[in-house]
């Protein structure tokens, strides 16, 4: 029987000739995250919950623009509206309606907007957000939580995945503190130093809730304690923000931060961001004459993303689209489950809301949001399995995040599900059969 990586190369020869013709060209071939090992796909394009390869191969898709698309790939209110807004223009160079309606959209959706700012990335907004926190608290410091990601900028790439700090001063690095997810080592942290402008976290937790955090009560604590010492809580809600619930983890868990930094579905699958939250610390902004504080940015805002983000967003907060990719992420893990079940795979299947993780060779009961201990649940996705399930998965038609982790949308079928789930047995069989399970 053919090897995972010999069925890969049979099954995307384009894609492999597509990744030789980057090279002495684009670095690495192509994004860090997208490249894998012997060569990533190459897609053409998508609709609905599934997209094609420049083979011609069809892929049921849970990257979903690393979470970008609650609608799926060219929904068609998003499309038509995004070509209306081309064929008008991209960029008057001024401000526009459209960024009033925006702003308001996510006002009336994320519970603690009483300010909305956008920005071009979930790195940007990040980087925006603590900028707001120095400048409002005058002092220098950032904690965030080991694992946690919030982008590629030089203050937040320690312990969160990004395996290197080349190119980083130790002087900025030295203003940011790592700890763990722990009351108690936040607490006693914030009493002994205070110089500490703000608190960064993923609210699910590290890796958009692959260590899990225990909700709602850890969110609580980092609010109870950051209010006491007036340190700026900010809730990173990039992947969370309108995926959690229409209103966020915030809106799921009912915890009020101080700022809220966005991406992805927030541009409606286009590149955006925004920051929102206490008007005493947005107000910083000012216009050009009152700021305090500087944010420019060419596409800051832009006519086209705010055409998508609006298209979006208008539909999560008229229609049950939430329900509808809950739902079929709760398909997915009772498939999932099955799967292990009839393979006899020890295995913890867990994730809140559309998003579906799998801890493989965890011995323990599924959890929405999992207690197993951090260190056994990195152990799961340790080494080159997690890389060739991947490998496996793509085998079988089913593209997924690193990590072993799903994203759903309000678009994929039952019936795509399904497949995913006799696609993750198969899956399971090849690895078993070359010795890793
Ligand atoms: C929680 C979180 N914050 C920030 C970011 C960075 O966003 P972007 O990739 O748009 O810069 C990401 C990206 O995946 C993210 O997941």
Not at 84 to 109: K, N, P, Y
Not at 142 to 163: A, C
Not at 175 to 189: K, M, N, Q, Y
Not at 348 to 372: W, Y
Request: aromatic share 6%.
């Amino acid at each position: 029987m053919a090897t995972i990586i010999e069925r890969y190369e049979r099954k995307f020869p384009g894609s492999r000739r597509a990744y030789e013709s980057a090279a002495g060209l684009i670095p690495g071939g192509g994004h860090q995250s997208r490249v894998v090992k012997p060569f990533p796909i190459f897609a053409r394009d998508g609709s609905g919950g599934t997209k094609r390869d420049v083979d011609g191969n069809e892929i049921i898709d849970y990257m979903m623009g690393f979470g970008a698309l609650m609608l799926g790939h060219a929904h068609p209110d998003v499309t038509r509206a995004v070509a209306d807004r081309l064929a008008e223009g991209t960029h008057l160079g001024t401000t526009s309606e459209l960024e009033i309606e925006w702003a308001r959209l996510v006002q009336d959706l994320i519970p603690s907007a009483e300010r909305v700012r956008f920005t071009a990335s979930g790195t940007e907004s990040t980087l925006l957000a603590i900028r707001l926190a120095r400048g409002f608290t005058g002092r220098k410091k950032l904690v965030k939580f080991r694992e946690h990601f919030h982008g590629w900028h030089d203050y937040v790439s320690m312990d969160s995945g990004i395996n290197t700090q080349v190119g980083i001063p130790e002087e900025t690095m030295s203003t940011v503190i790592v700890i763990e997810p722990d009351l108690d080592a936040l607490g006693g942290l914030l009493e002994r130093d205070d110089d500490v402008a703000a608190v960064i976290m993923e609210p699910t937790g590290g890796h958009w809730g692959q260590f899990p955090l225990a909700n709602p009560g850890f969110l609580e604590g980092v609010r109870e304690l950051t209010a006491k010492r007036g340190v700026v809580m900010i809730m990173d809600e990039v992947i969370c923000g309108f995926r959690m619930s229409r209103g966020g983890a915030q809106g799921r868990f009912g915890i009020m931060p101080d700022l809220t930094t966005m991406a992805k579905i927030v541009a409606g699958g286009l590149p955006g961001g925004a920051v929102a939250g206490r008007a005493d610390i947005l107000e910083q902004l000012g216009d050009a004459g009152t700021s305090r504080l500087a944010h420019p940015g060419t596409f800051n805002a832009n006519l086209v993303s705010a055409t998508a983000g609006i298209a979006t967003l208008r539909k999560i907060a008229s229609e049950p689209l939430n329900d509808r990719a809950d739902a079929m992420a709760s398909r997915l893990k009772s498939g999932l489950r099955d799967a292990l079940n009839r393979m006899e795979v020890p295995g913890q299947v867990h994730g809140l809301a559309s998003v579906v993780h799998v801890a493989l060779g965890v011995d323990a009961e599924d959890e929405e949001i999992s207690t197993v201990p951090h260190d056994e649940l990195a152990q799961a996705t340790a080494g080159s399995r997690a890389a060739r399930i991947k490998l496996a998965m793509l085998n079988e038609g089913v593209d997924m995040m690193g990590g072993i982790g799903f994203m759903t949308s309000a678009v994929h079928t039952e019936d795509e599900i399904d497949r995913t789930s006799e696609a993750f047995e198969r899956a399971l069989a090849a690895l078993r059969e070359e010795g890793d399970l």
